[in-house]
Each structure stands twice: as structure tokens, then as C-alpha cells.
């Protein structure tokens, strides 16, 4: 039996009434959405509107389904939990759960450094806590940060950030100490690896570098995976200058690359690491997780806030964690990623608008370009391919600074023939997009 079932236009009439009210009372900055379609249900990969079509969601709510829509040991653990009690602030009066989420981000993260975490609500404040932290560590304040890099919306974290419109539009003065490097992947080259360190150091004295923040696969930029011996270098140049190396895990990490954490991929071991998104199976909870001895290096009350590491959410990480295990998530998103990535190669054969296949594990993503020699950005092809795919059933994603890449991210949770059917629409949609 098939997955998708598209019964009416899209949208249909009652998302389309639903949309009427929202034009009336919604900020227009927010922007539109992906699909045009309310939900009513959301099942592992599986989404329901509001006028009873079915699409297969390839995006889990921008990267936070790693275990799918409305995992059900989740919705019982989060039901059980409401039913108890909602909030108390945990520096206020605590809860077992809190520790149970950072004693499991402490067990997951690489290395063998003792570690400890805090947690807060959004991956924003993840990396912003990051950052407070390595600065009260350090005593220093700049901050290198890479190009085509995405750390969120709040001022310092949209400083952080790269790409300028939408996301720091007229929003300045930004914050200071902020410095910029080139990003090397294998399929634009930007720097040599071996350069960092001269073009580091001619840009800032390094030792006034409090951290070198960095996503170990780019989400929002692309996914872009760095060159080869990117991040040992990285490591290697944090340990001469007594820089904090702060990996940012918050689209990466949970599983998608067949390891908890993107980083494991290279043996490095970071001092700090932000994670969101997954972490909490679809509720609003970050976190940094670090060298114990970091961690623990600031003034108590130095960081926090009323709402971080909810119960309701720290319930359900608490369950993500048991579900990662009982149900082998790391094993399938390797498995995941193999079916795409062979999939995505054929399509690389065949169509020339197709110019990299790229990621580990189920991190993966197809970059399009015009032409294959000047690897110019075909975005109006991206963004025809996408429309294309949601009117025929399937939610997708693009990225990329240049909008010119199609990422996947997936539920660990979908099956074999929800992701066979869903590639056969995205096939489609790229053979269309060739033939114009
Ligand atoms: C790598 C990375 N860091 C930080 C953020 C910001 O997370 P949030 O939107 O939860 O603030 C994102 C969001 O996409 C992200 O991909």
C-alpha cells in the first residue's frame, strides 16, 4: 500500500481556509511555510492534513524527528509526566529527569575526558551558552566562527551566523568579536587546511580567541562535510593557543550520521558540544554538554534560565535515549544513508543538473548546479524540484546559502518503502526539472 495519498488540491480547501485566518493575525516575517498544508496527525514518517492527504515527511520538522512524529513511548512518557506535574524550574525545586538527560548526553559524547551538561530551550541558546562558557573559561571574548555557518537567530548567535538576508536583514549593530573563516569541503575548496592557522592568525592574534565554533557537518549551509583533516587541524591549532573547540551538534547530531554525535566521525575529541533539535523527540529542549572541567569553571547562576530543561521535554529525551538503544537508531541510520546515498549516485548519473552527492549516515544532500564545470547554483531548478515533490507527497528541504541543495532529514523511524516511494517522487521531480 502506498504512503502518499493526495486527495485534493494542495492546499486543500480547509488548510486553505485555516491560511485565510492566518493572514490576518500571523507576522509576515515569520514567512510561509513549507507546505501550505495544516497538519491534523503526525505519525513516525507520515503526515496527515487537515483535508485527509498523506505526505512522507523528509524534513521532521526541520531535523527534530530523528524518532519520528509522535514516537508513541514519547507521547506516553510526555502524557504520564503532564498528568504529574508541568514545570518547576529545576533551580527552584529539582527533578530526576534533568539528570537523567544530561547523565545520558554525558555517557553519548566522545572521549574520555569526564563530562557534564546543561540544558536550555532552543539550540540559539545552546550556542550562546556555549560561547558564555568558554569565555568565562578562557577570560578571553573572540570568537571564530566558519562561512556558510547557521547558529541561530538571537543576536549573538545571528552574529555567528553567515548569510545575511533573511537573517540579519536591518537587525545590527551585531556583536563584536566575531571573526570568519573559510569552511573547506572537498566540493569547493576554499582554503587548505594546512593554511588555517596563517590565515587565522593574520586575521586575529589567536590568543585572544575564546572559541572556534563549528558545525562538524553544515545543516542550514548545505551539509556541507569539511576536507580532510579539517577538524584534526582544528584540534591541533585549539591546543597550541588554549582555544575552546565548540563543536555545534544541534542539526547534526542525535543519530544522523550513524553516530550520536557528527563528530564521532573523526577522532577528535571537542571540548564543548551544543546540541537541540532531536534531543527531545519533537519538545523544545538544547544543551551543552562538556569537559567537566569547564563546565564547571563558572559562578553558580552564571547560566540558566526559567524555563530550561522542562520536565515535559527532559521526559521525553529521557526516552529518546532508551529508543535509541531498544530499537537500534545509530544501525539504521547507517542503513538510511546507504539507501539514499546509492540512490542519490544513480541520480547523479543520469541527471546533469546533479553536480555533488554528499554526508555521512542519513545526513545526506544533493547539491544542484547549472553546469558542471563552473558548479554554478541552479536555485530556481532546487526550489522547482522541491514545490514539485510537496505536490506530489513528499516534504523536503533545501539548504545552502545559495538555495541550491536538497537535504534529508529524516526519522531513523521510516521504512523501506516509505523511503523507496518517496525517492521515486523526488526522481521525478529532478527528471522534470532536467527536461525545462
Ligand atoms: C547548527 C545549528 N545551530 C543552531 C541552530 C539554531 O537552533 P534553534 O532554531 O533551535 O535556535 C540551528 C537551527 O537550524 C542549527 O541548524
New binding site residues.
Partial sequence: MKSILIKTTIPGPKSKAIEARRDQCVAKALGGSLLPCHIAKGSGAIVTDVDGNRFIDLTGG??CLAVGHSHPKVTKAVKAQAGKYLHTDFTAVPYESYIEVCEGLAKVSPGKTPKSAALF???????ENAVKISRGYTGRSGIVVFEN??????LL?MTMTHKAMPYKYKFGPFASDIFRLPFPTPYRPTIKVEEIERVLSNMINPEYLAAIVV?PI???GGFNVPSEGFFEELRRICDKYGIMLVV?????GVGRTGKFFAIENWNIEPDLI?V??SIAAGL?L?AVVGKKKIMDALPEGAIGGTYVGNPLACVASAELFKIFNEEHLLEKSLAIGKKLRARFEKFKEKYPIVGDVRGIGAMQAIEFVTDRQTKDYASAETKQIVHDCLENGVIVASAGINKNVIRMLVTLEITDAQLSEALDVMENAIAKACKK
Fill in positions: 526541520w531535523g530551550n532552543s539550540g540559539a541558546e545552546a550556542v555557518a547557521f547558529h541561530g537567530r538571537t548567535a558545525e553544515q545543516g542550514e555545534d551538534e544541534v542539526q547534526s551544543c537541540g533539535k523544545p538544547s
